[in-house]
């Protein structure tokens, strides 16, 4: 299983996934500030794998705090929450994993544990953060590769893999959980510009698995459904809002709309940290918009003219009706939203 993040000694290591395919280099963040400016600039990114690496970074802020007295370190504990909390605004899964760390941090103090046992409290967690996110995604690919028909062509956008997790993948892992049930599966990934998740990373993992990828460009998808050439769409999501309406890269939702007009299929795989009950729908979910330059240049090559307005949201939102079942942890999530999301998060652990 590809590692995507992990705690080495005294520092979080994770792939550079700016770098990839051309390059594997490892980037070891010491610093908490150095692991939030790894969220913001995108060396990590996908709404799973930047939770494991906002829990990481402050436990490991926190392990290299000079803060002796427990008031001090509170404190500095705050700052590092809101550091972390201001790199990505749309992943929810962000959020949920600060406000897990803020909980095992009180429950710690309020235990009267002393500042050490509180470092040793926060760096279990992220570990349990991380080995948790590996575990729901493999649970994830067994209920999903229950709707994957043998022999099926998978249509997937962005990455959603193990590089977007902490291992083995969300949409990926439907994938993987389909081929390791014996079912053989191709798939067509599109390319997702502006930052080409699809075609740098998603390719990339499914290539290196030996499972038969195909990299089409953004604006062929509905030519590909029309030709019969695609059974079923498989993505992520960095935010599901209660009524199921979900945040996910940009292009999403153009392609649930070319899916709903072909007759197929189209399902979401995200854990229940990506479910977001406090928001009531998709248009109370922020959206990020990114530097221009994604845009205007590829590498360093400019491909638009000077002076051309750009446009960079990251994210879009599919509106519930269009998608067929999200596909979690805990099991398939059917309309009516509202109740089957609902009942997830309320429900136990596998």
Excluded at 85 to 95: D, G, H
Excluded at 303 to 324: H, Y
Aim: glycine content about 8%; hydrophobic content about 45%; charged content about 20%.
């Amino acid at each position: 299983m590809l590692p995507t993040i992990d705690w080495q000694d005294d520092a979080v290591v994770m792939i550079d996934q700016r770098k990839l395919p051309g390059s594997e280099v490892w980037v070891r963040c010491r610093t908490a500030n150095h692991v939030a400016k790894a969220i913001k600039t995108m060396v990590i990114r996908g709404a799973p794998a930047i939770g494991v690496a906002a829990a990481m970074g402050i436990a490991i802020g926190m392990r290299r705090s000079k803060a002796t007295g427990t008031r001090a370190f509170a404190t500095e504990f705050q700052k590092i929450c809101h550091t972390m909390a201001a790199t990505r605004p749309t992943a929810v899964n962000l959020f949920w994993a600060i406000e897990r760390m803020k909980s095992t941090f009180a429950a710690a103090a309020h235990a009267g544990a002393s500042v050490d046992e509180i470092r040793d409290s926060l760096e279990a967690d992220a570990r349990a953060i991380h080995d948790e996110d590996v575990a729901s995604c493999r649970a994830m690919g067994r209920y999903g590769a229950a709707l994957v028909p043998d022999g099926a062509c998978i249509l997937t956008h962005c990455n959603a893999g193990a590089l977007a997790t902490a291992g083995y993948g969300t949409a990926l892992g439907v994938i993987r959980g389909a081929v390791e049930q014996g079912k053989r599966v191709t798939v067509m990934a599109d390319e997702t510009r502006p930052f080409l998740q699809g075609a740098r990373l998603t390719a990339w993992e499914l290539v290196r698995d030996g499972i038969d990828t195909t990299v089409i460009t953004d604006n062929m998808s509905g030519a590909m459904m029309r030709q019969g050439l695609v059974d079923l769409v498989v993505v992520g999501a960095d935010r599901i809002a209660a009524n199921g309406d979900v945040a996910n890269k940009i292009g999403t939702y153009s392609v649930a709309v070319l899916a709903k007009e072909h007759g197929m299929p189209f399902y979401v795989a995200a854990p229940i940290s990506t479910v977001d009950l406090a928001t009531p729908d998709g248009s109370r979910i922020p959206i990020e918009e990114r530097n221009a330059r994604e845009v205007t240049h590829v590498g360093t090559i400019r491909i638009t003219p000077e002076g051309a307005k750009i446009r960079n949201p990251a994210f879009d939102v599919t509106p519930n009706a269009l998608v067929t079942a999200i596909i979690t942890e805990r099991g398939v999530c059917r309309p009516p939203y509202a109740d089957s999301l609902r009942a997830a998060v309320d429900g136990p652990r596998e």
